[in-house]
């Protein structure tokens, strides 16, 4: 069974930067896409990045394009999400994910959940 648990989120000023991290365990992780997904309170989640399995191919929402980073540690089977320049609309709580595909970026096809991270933006 896949467990992924997510750290790192907490309360920053408008502008500053945060990192998340999230371990993996259970199944393959160098094999699988890893994504990161936010749900602000009152919306659907979202999708905000996603890392191909051997970490060479990345996509990001239009919202955090040039602002995030997704980055993957398959040694550690640990995946980052660095972001910087964060903006009060960055406020959700930050679900990492893993996939059953190599790169995908379609939260229908990430089949196993964190349990979250809050990450609030003061502005």
């Known amino acids: 069974q896949v467990q992924l648990v997510e750290s790192g989120g907490g309360l920053v000023q408008a502008g500053g930067s945060l990192s998340l991290s999230c371990t993996a365990s259970?199944?393959?992780?160098?094999?699988?896409?890893m994504g990161w997904f936010r749900q602000a309170l009152g919306k659907e989640r979202e999708f905000v990045a996603a890392?191909?399995?051997?970490?060479?191919?990345?996509v990001y929402a239009d919202s955090v394009k040039g602002r995030f980073t997704i980055s993957r540690d398959n040694g550690k089977n640990t995946v980052y999400l660095q972001m910087n320049s964060l903006k009060s609309e960055d406020t959700a709580l930050y679900y990492c994910?893993?996939?059953?595909?190599?790169?995908?970026?379609?939260?229908?096809?990430?089949?196993?959940w964190g349990q979250g991270t809050q990450v609030t933006v003061s502005s």
């Open positions: 890392i191909s399995g051997g970490g060479g191919s990345a």
């Open positions: 994910a893993q996939s059953r595909r190599r790169f995908t970026m379609s939260k229908t096809e990430y089949d196993s």
């Open positions: 259970g199944r393959t992780f160098s094999v699988y896409a």
